[in-house]
């Protein structure tokens, strides 16, 4: 039989910092009788959701990408400038 992973995400989680968060969180789980299971990541509702690093690497690139195909129109503009006062 195939494995598979899964993300869930859990809304009702209420305590008084991550950490408590977290434990009551693995308490649930540990509960349930599921053996395979981590947990992840633990972040308040209000915050802002995290970029994974494949992500930020993928940004990163897009912006590069953006800033080159910027200096290549700035380059091609000022050619087709320059070249109406050569004619």
């Known amino acids: 039989m195939r494995s598979f992973r899964a993300t869930v995400r859990v809304r ?3 305590g ?3 950490r408590s968060v977290r434990d009551s969180l693995e308490q649930r789980l540990r509960s349930l ?3 395979h299971w981590r947990v ?3 972040s308040p509702v209000d915050s802002v959701p995290r970029l994974s690093k494949t992500a930020v690497q993928r ?3 897009d912006r ?3 800033g080159r195909l910027m200096l290549l129109g700035a380059a091609g ?3 087709w400038f320059f070249s109406l006062f050569t004619d």
């Open 16 to 18: 008084t910092d991550v």
């Open 12 to 14: 009702d989680l209420k």
């Open 40 to 42: 992840v990541d633990v």
């Open 64 to 66: 590069a990408m953006v």
């Open 59 to 61: 940004l990163q690139g």
């Open 33 to 35: 009788g599921s053996e």
């Open 77 to 79: 503009w000022a050619l």
